[in-house]
Structure formats: C-alpha cells, structure tokens
C-alpha cells in the first residue's frame, strides 16, 4: 500500500491567515493526489483534483500544488467556513489510502 | 446532478454481517469508467477505502480485510450492495459510498454516510 503522511495533524490559525498543509507519499504517485474538506459531522467534500485543479464551486483561495511524492493544499486566506479537517488521497495505484487528516481549528 | 444515499442498519452485533446497500442516481454502472467505493471512517480516525466496484465489475479490496468484504453491484437498480462479514466493536464507524471513476480515482461526490454501531 501507499502510505499518506499529512503534515500538520492540526493547525490553529486566525480569520485572514495563509495555511499550508502538506502530504507525503511512500512513493512517486504523479498527480494523482486529491484533496478533500470534511466539515464535523458532514460527509467529505472534493476541493482539489490531479493534485492542481479547483473542484468546481470551490473558492479560489484553495490551492494545490505539487507531483511526485510531495504535495501541498494552501489557503490563501482563511475564512470562517474554513475550519475543518483536511485530507488527501492517492489514486496512482489501489488500495486508494488517504492521508490521516489535518484538523485546521480557531485560533 | 449525481447523488447517492446509503441504507442498512445501525446496529449490528459482534460476529453478524454487515450489509449495506448504496442506492445512486445521475450516472449507470453500465457507463464506461464509472465506479462506486465504500469508505468507512471510525469516530474521530481517518478514512479508509474498503472496495471499489467498476462498470466492468472490476473488484477491488483492502488487502487487510478482503477476506470479509464482498461488493456487487446491480444496475437495473443503481444500488451497490456491501457487505463485511464477522463484525467486531472495531468496525464501529460511519460508511459512506461515494462516486468514483476509474481513471483518475477521486472520490465524488459521497453520500451522506450511515453509522454503524457493533455491539452486543
């Protein structure tokens, strides 16, 4: 299997903060690495697919970047909506595996 | 609009299996490429793909539990059924089904998940 390392498990950050989180692959994955929001309580929502490209609806403060083993999900300024948790997955190969989520709370 | 709704119980007891059908709409199994996934997520823990099933009833497993999952789908109904033999307290999670297309492999969109308790 591949292994997903996000990086934070949790970040505490204010209303207008730029956040970054990152996610590590136990090996090259290309771009098949997406990114979902999971709102407490909610089912997960696709913001960013191929590792580069807006889900459409989704604001353009998300962002994602990234290939091979190292990707990373920035919000240029952090809203309220925001808070949640956070977590990418890869498609190179199955099993498809996520990474274990980076809870992004109120500072 | 592609939505997908899951059903089963809430409620199982240890050793019992576990059966939960995934019932969709805005898309065909019968479409090439078309895909369907259980993602099951413990309370408080992270998501884990249980199985994938393809247009072409391509299978896929975890490899840590494919001794006790079966997928099938039925396109007739648009439903896929799951289903998780021998359940422990570990099992105990929301399941969610989710669309998916075989190349590129994202998850979207998901259902809105049901709680599955094991207890006795």
């Known amino acids: 299997d591949i292994q997903m390392t996000q990086s934070p498990s949790s970040l505490s950050a204010s209303v207008g903060d730029r956040v970054t989180i990152t996610c590590r692959a136990s090996q090259t994955i290309s771009t098949y690495l997406h990114w979902y929001q999971q709102i407490s309580g909610k089912a997960p929502r696709l913001l960013i697919y191929?590792?580069?490209t807006l889900q459409s609806g989704v604001p353009s403060r998300f962002s994602g970047s990234g290939s091979g083993t190292e990707f990373t999900l920035t919000i240029s300024s952090l809203q309220p909506e925001d808070f949640a948790t956070y977590y990418c997955q890869q498609s190179y190969i199955t099993p498809r595996t996520f990474g274990q989520g980076t809870k992004v709370e109120i500072k | 609009q592609i939505t997908l709704k899951e059903s089963g119980p809430t409620l199982v007891k240890p050793t019992q299996t576990l059966t939960l059908t995934c019932t969709f709409s805005g898309f065909s199994l019968k479409t090439r490429g078309m895909g369907v996934g259980w993602i099951r997520q413990p309370p408080g823990k992270a998501l884990e793909c249980l199985a994938l099933i393809y247009w072409n009833d391509d299978k896929r497993y975890s490899p840590s539990l494919k001794s006790r999952l079966t997928i099938t789908k039925d396109t007739s109904k648009n439903q896929v059924v799951f289903t998780m033999t021998n359940m422990d307290p570990v099992d105990t999670a929301t399941y969610y089904c989710?669309?998916?297309?075989?190349?590129?492999?994202?998850?979207?969109?998901w259902g809105q998940g049901t709680l599955v308790t094991v207890s006795s």
């Open positions: 989710a669309h998916t297309i075989m190349t590129p492999g994202w998850f979207d969109p």
């Open positions: 191929a590792a580069s």
